[in-house]
């Protein structure tokens, strides 16, 4: 099988976890046997750009001329029999899609954020959950508050994209969601269940789990409000010091003089700066509990699946892709106020992203950790790990080619 891998790299100096997942998956297709054809741009490259395609760079999430060219090109060289679509933006465009098409090439596209409906992408701005564009027409409201790169003329250029395109993704022959909660958004966007499949990212598996339960709570995170720090604060000293036993903090960002000040203030606190990610799997082990407490929809936190390939339940809170990660997906919580229920999972627990419910779910995790080292580890074999990942990911390859019709192929 020879597929086209399609992706906009994220500037270096910003680490992108997607880049990491599209070079990671790149490997396991070709260690798969699967000819690989890397179609990307990256955004690093847009200060060497031509004096034309830098005049033209404000309409390229809506169309980009070269792009478009290079793209035709090399299916016609290829005769590829699949595009699989990460990140469209801002060199490819999703008119990637009806290039692909045109060439009767089947198109999959992997949903690692809100992009069909969000701007930024992330349903967050000035520190709340938004969703304002949702159910619009135009993404006025993404304008008018700078959404994209902080930039009011760069927010009208993605709104307008995102509004053209609409009929371009729901064109899409197969979606790849990362978890239930992105298959839930995509249904709400219009796009039949029947074209989504469910597949979250690998990571390397690192060994057999330690057979003893490790001691306290460890969270390692940027450290930004978004990740939840202010609030794992605000539900930890809830509690006398020492009576959960001990915090460790690893991570840095603008909220770390947070963590230095709890470190201070509480001998149950530690913050330890920045882990290498070499040592990361040590911290883990040595933990009871990882603890992932975001208060945005965060689509997919790697460090959880880490966490629970290390044999780590985790605790976390209930927004974004948290509750599929930890296999706590198909709980409801009841109508009116969720604080206080701490709800159980395969491979950890969620609770309502408030701090009282925090709280009670630290006693909780406390209390039963022990008991869920096995279950975590076994939700990795399962769920993440690579093997089982590419080999549901080759699922999707063959069904969307054997879907073909027998006329429409790459020419």
């Given at each position: ?14 680490p ?25 741009r ?42 699989h ?18 060439h ?7 949903v ?29 409201p ?28 729901r ?9 239930s909660?992105i ?53 930890w ?67 959880i ?29 009841p ?77």
């Amino acid at each position: 099988m020879k597929v086209v891998i399609a992706h906009n790299r994220y500037r270096e100096a910003l680490p992108s976890g997607e880049n990491v997942i599209v070079d990671a998956e790149i490997s396991q297709l070709r260690a798969a046997g699967v000819e690989v054809l890397p179609f990307q741009r990256a955004s690093d490259g847009i200060g060497a750009l031509p004096l034309l395609d830098k005049a033209l760079l404000p309409l390229s999430p809506l169309y980009n001329r070269r792009a478009q060219a290079d793209l035709a090109d090399l299916i016609r060289r290829e005769r590829p029999d699949l595009l699989h679509l990460h990140n469209p933006y801002p060199l490819l465009s999703p008119w990637v899609i009806r290039t692909a098409h045109a060439h009767g090439v089947p198109v999959i596209q992997t949903v690692h954020n809100y992009r069909q409906v969000c701007a930024s992408g992330l349903y967050f701005r000035d520190g709340h959950i938004c969703t304002d564009c949702k159910g619009r027409a135009f993404g006025l409201p993404a304008v008018i508050h700078s959404c994209y790169r902080g930039s009011k003329a760069q927010s009208a250029a993605m709104a307008t994209a995102l509004a053209a395109h609409r009929g371009t993704w729901r064109s899409v022959d197969r979606y790849i969601a990362l978890t239930s909660a992105i298959k839930d958004h995509l249904i709400e966007y219009g796009i039949p269940e029947a074209n989504i499949s469910v597949k979250p990212n690998a990571i390397p598996d690192p060994g057999p789990a330690p057979t003893t339960a490790g001691e306290g709570f460890l969270y390692a995170a940027r450290l930004s409000p978004e990740k939840g720090l202010g609030l794992l604060l605000d539900a930890w000293r809830r509690h006398p010091d020492g009576a959960l036993g001990q915090l460790r903090i690893a991570g840095d960002g603008e909220l770390r003089p947070l963590a230095e000040a709890a470190a201070a203030e509480r001998s149950d606190v530690t913050y330890l700066g920045v882990v290498p990610r070499e040592e990361m799997s040590a911290q883990l082990r040595s933990a009871a509990v990882f603890l992932a407490v975001p208060t945005w929809h965060d689509v997919l936190p790697t460090a959880i699946i880490e966490a629970l390939a290390n044999g780590r339940p985790v605790l976390g809170t209930d927004v974004g892709g948290v509750p599929f990660l930890v296999g706590a997906d198909q709980r409801r919580f009841p109508e009116g106020s969720r604080a206080g229920l701490c709800f159980p999972g395969v491979g950890g627990w969620v609770v309502a992203p408030e701090a009282g419910a925090l709280a009670e779910g630290f006693a909780v995790a406390r209390t039963q950790a022990g008991s869920f080292g096995d279950a975590a580890r076994k939700r990795y074999l399962e769920m993440f790990h690579p093997e089982v990942v590419t080999g549901r990911l080759l699922e999707i390859y063959r069904e969307v080619s054997a879907a073909r019709p027998a006329g429409r192929r790459a020419r």
